[in-house]
């Protein structure tokens, strides 16, 4: 416990300067407002309060104590968020063997995290090159049907060829119900062969 009224002018000027009333800090600090009347009267604060004030009156606690150095935090301190600022005054609310074991906890959980996120990496972009390598080749329906196509085409041309016909010169081959391809050549070379050519224009 802290007895000292230059702590408590210092208080009450950190808290004149920052704008921040006996009402506020009280409500910040979850206490009453009679706790905060007497620290400005008698500076007799608990050290486990010292971070709570630190974080809400953005103040160096040095400063509070000793009255040495600057009021305000360094400006890489006012850019903490709220959380870091809750972490490091718990930090520093703690042993120094509990502060060891903090850092050693934070450590590993920081490399099981790495750990992790390499791991998931990895089976994203395997899983990526799976993808990839089964859209770029055909599956069994597409490689049957595109044989099929392959056969008839090789049978068209061959009886096409056989037959003295050339279908690439006809517009359009309509074919009629049942009718086969092979129907309608056999018909071509019938008509060819009795010399009918149909109508003429």
Not at 62 to 82: A, Y
Not at 100 to 123: G, H, P, Q, T
Not at 131 to 152: I, L, V
Not at 161 to 168: A, E, P
Request: glycine content about 8%.
């Amino acid at each position: 416990m802290l007895d000292d009224k230059d702590v408590a002018k210092r208080l009450r000027q950190a808290m004149d300067e920052t704008g921040v009333s006996n009402a506020k800090l009280a409500t910040n600090l979850d206490m009453s407002l009679q706790a905060i009347g007497g620290w400005l009267k008698t500076g007799k604060i608990a050290r486990d309060r010292l971070p709570g004030i630190r974080a809400a009156l953005g103040i160096s606690i040095d400063w509070l104590l000793t009255g040495q150095g600057s009021m305000r935090l360094s400006d890489t301190e006012s850019l903490l968020t709220p959380q870091q600022r809750e972490v490091l005054n718990l930090f520093e609310s703690l042993t120094d063997r509990q502060q060891k074991d903090f850092l050693e906890s934070m450590r590993e959980a920081k490399r099981k995290n790495e750990e992790l996120y390499f791991e998931l990496k990895s089976k994203y972009e395997q899983d990526q090159r799976l993808t990839k390598k089964k859209s770029s080749k055909p599956n069994a329906s597409q490689e049957r049907r595109s044989g099929k196509e392959r056969r008839r085409n090789v049978q068209e041309v061959d009886f096409e060829r056989r037959s003295g016909l050339d279908r690439r010169k006809d517009k359009g081959v309509i074919l009629g119900p049942g009718e086969s391809i092979e129907d309608f050549f056999r018909d071509e070379i019938k008509k060819r062969d009795d010399g009918d050519d149909g109508p003429t224009k």
